[in-house]
């Protein structure tokens, strides 16, 4: 157990000892075997020293107690005494010859260990890979790796990297060989969503351990300007083009002395700054003001990684390249045969699944290759026995053991350890263990650390997934039926079941919810098409309705749960199954803009057998647009932004605790000062009585006085745990109380500019606690202007805890006023008006104003009021106000209008749902939007 955490009770009644290896307790033993391999003579003489210097010190320990001895126990005058005078003589003559050995010995260690030190280097390098591989065990338990493993790789690393007689250049051979091994050791069994995080945060410990990136820089690479509040720093530029996030992070980035002038070089030089970040790629463009050939490759990522979330990892890469090499950027290829050439008979190889991921094919076909027998048993329930005998069999008989799916069988893990490591009897030199497990938090570290870990994740794209589909199909099932509708019904199922699965990737504009679609429901469907094209009736054709509604409501919408995520499934059903697509020509998508010719590959071919089919698919783009799933070009940049946000989150979250800031202040007084800023910044308590005379003064029982009421309350609930949190929290910190695990969550949390949970629980999310007391500050101005200056004009229905409580408060509201209106009967309506919050003087005759929403996955045409597409690089359009109010009758559905959702935040869930509104849009048919994405978004941040 890493870095336990006892309660201050424990720890004042026992004595707790670490025996865990630190960082230059490992070094100092890597230092040990590295010069036991390189300068094995030299470890020689220093042992032999220290054994001559020990027996020297305890040869004048014996002189000195003899004499002693003869001092207490002589009898008479000292100077007759002439074995006394002997025994001093001796002592004499041997003291100085000791204390001569000594000095000898004290230079020759001096000698010895400069010599040691000269390969340090390679020492401190081992402990760095180490402990970073010991890291990645907290991004996922199941890359667990022991220090026998390392120390294997380490010796390996001495033993095979090239040799020199010039010791720096051998030192360096080891250094790169090592890297690189050990780096290729782990990549091999890490997710493919972390191979480029583990080879980042390798790059950037080797960069700090040398000193070419300060501890500041580092920090201001993976958190950003995510600590600072909006109002407290220089206002930013009055454009558009700036967003908020972007302004924090430069301001944090002008805190590093070469980039202090940027603030003011954006605002003075903002049309070049603006044409290089609209450049398609702006890592590769030429800098503005002088930045393009005064920052080295780090604080140019430093600078990219401020300005463009979605262009981080491309310019990361750059740096990775530019410190370790092009190797480093580049995959690892799986070798089954050379990483069954690692294995033996107590190290089992171990495959951690993921979606669409077996290796059974390519471990059969290694078998087949070696002429080994390999016995799979899939475990579960019950399956222990035969896995059993099956292992004891091939243990004495030779063969290697396919146990799938082990987090299935659990139980069982812990004898397998025990069978492998400690076996009965010999064991039959061809015997491997191949295991597949998902991760489990239970699965044993004993076995993960003793074997060899892999992963074998298919390839991502349309291309690979139609791919991966058509290699699954044979030419017996393509010929199954001779309905002209079967084969180009069958090649729009393989691209349905793509789509839906690489919509994932792109977060709520995807999907709301990302489900786990898999082969089951692709086989189903394809059974299901089969069965309907066996019992058409030719001449009425395929019924389209039972097609649409068989895929998107059962075989793959019976897996979905939101209501807009069924609406999206629906639409795809509905625009790529119907008649027009027999049609020579059709294509799965029309691209936005001038380019045309990107939608020809994704149409349906006109093959005849399987190896047809196989050809045409390779031919399709290696890299996707967002248009083939429906989505803007734009959704690209929320994706890539969305990847390096992940990365960055994580390596936040993994660093150690006990770190101090980047200018040499503790964590502690950082978390103090922030708390003392925040804590001058608090709005004052609501004082209940002056509220409720107020509201009573407003109208007690009016629905949207009972709203305000219980917004008050909850944000004075918020008010009260903030300010007791930080206040306890400087206690805390200055040792008057103790520091308990809520407040120590507090802390780090605080620090690495994150909502403590305790926060989060009774108010709102936020991607950083700067924005997030922004907000609180900004929903406070807006509770307390309503309840002491009046009802306002317009709404921020961001600033509510409940806004569906506001839409309900103000449809009882409009109910009241109208006799014989029913509440359960009234719907909401909507009106888009072209007025900006600051030009509305005067409420609406009835309903209410509502502004600060932002359009997502869309632009808005202010002048004609309608949906349009948005421009490049432009993620959210704000919304200009919007009239919301009730009515007594359901309208009738306009094919010209969107229902738009609105949502609280970035997350769309039914926890974050509002209501729908309708948006005018100028294109002729609404399917568009949906497969878009296209939401409304209190807040963007």
Known sequence: LANPAYTPEISARTSIIDFTVTMKGLEDQLLGIVILKEKGELEKERTNLIEDVTANKRKMDELEENLLFKLTSIQGPLVDDESLIEVLNVTKITSEEVKHKLVTAAETEVKINSAREEFRPVATRGSILYFLIVEMSYVNMMYQTSIRQFLGLFDDSMEKSDKSPITSKRIQNIIDYLTYEVWKYQVRGLYEEHKFLYTLLLTLKICLQSNRIKPNEFMTFIKGGAALDLKAVAPKPKNNWISDMTWLNLVELSKIPQFSEILTQVSRNEKAWKQWYDSDAPEEGNIPDGYQNSLDIFKRTLLVR???????????????????????????????????????????????????SDPTAQIDTLAKKLKVDCKPVSMGQGQEIHARRLLTQSMSQGGWVLLQNCHLGLNFMDELLQTITEPAGPVHETFRLWLTTEGHPHFPINLLQIGLKYTNEPPQGVKAGV???????????????????WKPMLYTVAILHTVVQERRKFGPLGWNIPYEFNQADLTASIQFLQNHLDDMDPRHGV???????????????????????????????KVWFREEMFVPGFQFFTPTGNNNDAGKPYTIPQCKTVQQYL??????????????????????ITYQSKSARDILDTILNIQPKESSGGLGETRESTVSRMADDMLSKLPDDYIPHQVKERINEMGALSSMNIFLKQEIDRMQRVITCVRNTLTDLKLAIEGTIIMSE?????????????????????????????????????????????????????????????PQGFLTAMRQEVTRAHKGWALDQVVLNNEMTKSTKDDITAPPPEGVFVHGLFLDGAGWDRRNSRLIESPPKVLSAPLPVIRIFAENQVMAKDSKMYECPIYKKPRRTDLTFIATVVLRHGTADVEKWIMRGVALLCDIK
């Open 306 to 356: 401020s300005w463009c979330p979605d262009r981080t990892l491309a310019q990361s890469r750059k740096f990775v390249v530019d410190a370790l090499g092009q190797r480093f950027a580049d995959g690892v290829i799986l070798n089954f045969q050379a990483m069954w050439g690692e294995s033996d008979t107590r190290t089992p190889l171990i495959c951690f699944l993921s979606m669409g």
């Open 467 to 485: 791919k991966r589909t058509y290699n699954g199909v044979t030419q017996d099932q393509l010929d199954i039926t001779n309905m002209p509708q």
């Open 543 to 573: 019924n389209w309705s039972t097609v649409q509604y068989m895929i998107g409501e059962v075989q793959y919408g019976g897996r979905v749960t939101d209501d807009m995520d069924k609406r999206l499934l629906k639409t795809f059903c």
């Open 615 to 636: 050809d045409f698919i390779e031919k399709l783009p290696p890299v996707d647009s967002p248009e083939v799933f429906g989505l803007h070009p734009n959704a690209n």
């Open 742 to 802: 809520k407040l120590r969550e507090a802390l780090d949390n605080i620090y690495d500019a994150k909502v403590p949970p305790s926060w989060t629980r009774i108010s709102w999310d936020s991607s950083t606690i700067g924005f997030w007391f922004t907000e609180l500050i900004e929903r406070n101005s807006q509770f307390h202007a309503w309840c002491f200056n009046g009802r306002p004009h317009v709404f921020w229905m961001t600033g509510f805890f409940n």
